[in-house]
């Protein structure tokens, strides 16, 4: 690891591309601040680009305070010619987040450079990460880079995924097909998915020469524990596990149709693909170069601060409990001549698609996917408010400005965009779908367990307080006087109409009320709770409490557990 010293001398002479970010932009002291340390590091000249008026201010400030160390290099548009060489560093002064955006990649192919940018909400800490891989294509190498750049480990995402952290996009792992987002997630989710972050966020996507797939599928599939697969492939030798996975007929379909479940990606705007030859640097056949080149493209798109070189370096490292060899094109090693011409039967468009050939070493595409600009959809179509879910205890679920509100259903017609900030926070809201539920159920339990627990309570009281004991009863006398409280309730509540004549195990039938849209009932057999979407049913039938959606359990205080439970989705 080089020294401190040793690096913002490489940084002052100008042989390093660096990223930073101001945090206050519309503040002329931030810029100040950050020129005057640059200057102390041994830069000499300092450029600028405004790209609005209030950018023009800023400058008078940081051209009266530095002098012929300060100059303006454009008052917006198009970078001027050979900036990047007159000045040591280069100010991208005002403009929004999409202005920045196209302004720093004017920097992509400048071999050597300093950028100082405005935070915007394109910043990497305030928007979530997604990554996407290929099995077998580096997966382990994905997640190493996504950290050297900064992200941290989030893992299964939420419903309101944290800005600077990188998760799956569906489930616990990263080999989210574009079909299981596109099409099946889409036909699961409300409003057709179109509230899903992904779309309004980043992604990474991982691939890699699929012939190479095929080899580390070969060697890694088969083993016990690495996946289910091993109960299929363990018992086959290598060239037999390469002969079924080019093309598995019943199962696994041919090595083709594997990798093409994942070519969609190549093509959604705000995914950047990046191949594993270009990740696995001189180590691994490729180059550093390119490695650099790569990641410095993911800091300009991304807003992500640090110097490059240092970003390849940390992502540079290869311990994986997963990761084998890790060498380009080591197919041509491993391979049988007879597995290779049974690929090149199969329809060569999945290898045209990722830029693969016979002689590749870097996918051919790999620059242009490099120079694509990165395209995330607006939060616009977010103000509209829109029904997530119906009656759930009452209240209709609304999404609106990827907030969720819960509207009782009393409250009649509702537009949440008509209402004020006071109003809206009358409603039980929180930032995801399942705090919502929890906080109405909590209000339901409010609203009907405590006080059924209240009245319990007063009972053993009353109870206690006419005792004719002395002293205060056992622990077994409270719980035969708590189960005596529980009867007298369930005598109290009017009678149902009688048992079906000859079937004992029924026997009188007495409504306990209502409990979270159940319907209650004692019986002989159970105390039983019908859910009243069921419509009118008859109490008195004994299989009743078999069917699906009825609960039944001994004792009321368990029925109400169990409907709670039920509610949340717990298991009981």
Same mark, same amino acid.
């Given at each position: ?11 002052? *002479? ?33 450029? $600028? ?19 012929? $160390?300060?100059?303006?290099?454009? +008052?917006?548009?198009? $970078? ?20 920045? *955006? ?57 419903? +309101? ?54 080899? *580390? ?17 363990? +018992? ?33 705007? &705000? ?25 410095? *493209?993911? +800091? ?131 930032? &995801? ?59 109290? $509540? ?79």
């Amino acid at each position: 690891m080089q020294s401190a010293t040793m690096r913002e001398g490489r940084q002052a *002479s100008g042989s390093i591309r660096s990223l930073q970010f101001v945090s206050e932009p519309a503040n002329p002291s931030s810029w100040t601040s950050a020129v005057r340390e640059l200057l102390q590091r041994g830069h000499r000249t300092i450029g $600028a680009r405004l790209f609005d008026d209030a950018a023009g201010e800023i400058a008078s400030v940081l051209a009266a305070e530095f002098g012929d $160390a300060f100059e303006v290099s454009e +008052q917006g548009g198009e $970078a001027t010619s050979g900036s990047s060489q007159r000045f040591d560093v280069i100010l991208l002064i005002g403009g929004g987040a999409d202005k920045i *955006s196209d302004a720093l990649l004017d920097y992509l192919a400048v071999a050597a450079v300093t950028l100082v940018a405005p935070v915007t909400a394109r910043y990497c800490k305030n928007l979530p990460l997604y990554l996407i891989s290929i099995p077998k294509a580096g997966t382990h190498l994905l997640f190493r880079l996504a950290e050297a750049l900064g992200y941290a480990t989030g893992g299964v995402a939420p419903e +309101q995924p944290k800005g600077g952290h990188w998760y799956y996009l569906l489930h616990s792992n990263a080999h989210t097909t574009a079909r299981d987002f596109f099409r099946d997630e889409l036909q699961r989710a409300p409003f057709g998915n179109r509230a899903h972050p992904f779309m309004r966020s980043p992604a990474l996507f991982n691939y890699r020469n699929p012939r190479d797939i095929l080899v *580390s599928e070969a060697n890694y599939w088969h083993v016990d524990g690495n996946s289910p697969l091993s109960v299929l492939l363990g +018992q086959l030798s290598f060239e037999q596990r390469v002969a079924r996975l080019i093309d598995d007929r019943w199962l696994l379909g041919s090595i083709r149709d594997r990798v093409g479940e994942f070519a969609a990606w190549l093509d959604c705007t &705000n995914v950047i693909p990046v191949s594993f030859e270009e990740m696995v640097g001189d180590a691994g056949g490729g180059s550093d170069t390119a490695f650099d080149a790569l990641v410095w *493209s993911l +800091q300009l798109k991304l807003h992500v601060p640090g110097i490059t070189e240092d970003i390849r370096s940390a992502a540079s490292g290869r311990s994986s409990p997963t990761f084998r060899e890790g060498r380009i094109n080591g197919w041509r090693q491993a391979l049988p001549a007879e597995a290779v011409g049974r690929i090149e039967a199969l329809p060569q468009d999945f290898m045209e698609m990722f830029g693969y050939d016979a002689s590749s070493v870097l996918p051919r595409h790999a620059e242009a996917f490099r120079r694509r600009p990165l395209n995330v959809m607006s939060t616009a179509q977010l103000s509209v408010p829109y029904l997530i879910e119906t009656d759930f205890l009452g209240h209709n679920i609304v999404s609106y400005r990827q907030h969720f509100h819960a509207v009782p259903l009393t409250a009649g017609a509702v537009d949440l965009s008509e209402l004020s900030e006071e109003e809206l926070a009358k409603f039980v809201n929180g930032e &995801n779908l399942s705090s919502v539920r929890a906080r109405i159920i909590a209000k339901e339990v409010e609203r009907q367990v405590v006080p059924t627990v209240e009245h319990l309570v007063r009972s053993e009281l009353k109870g206690l307080r006419n005792s004719n004991f002395d002293s205060g009863p056992l622990e077994s006398d409270l719980a035969c006087q708590s189960q005596a409280s529980v009867q007298r309730i369930s005598e109290n $509540a009017a009678s149902a109409p009688p048992a079906s004549p000859g079937d004992e195990r029924v026997g009188q039938v007495h409504s306990l009320g209502s409990f979270l849209k159940y319907n209650l009932f004692r019986r002989r057999d159970c105390v039983i709770a019908v859910p009243m979407r069921l419509g009118p049913v008859d109490p008195n039938v004994y299989e009743l409490r078999f069917n699906p959606g009825v609960i039944a359990s001994s004792g009321l205080i368990a029925t109400q557990i169990r409907i709670l439970c039920a509610q949340i989705g717990w298991d009981y």
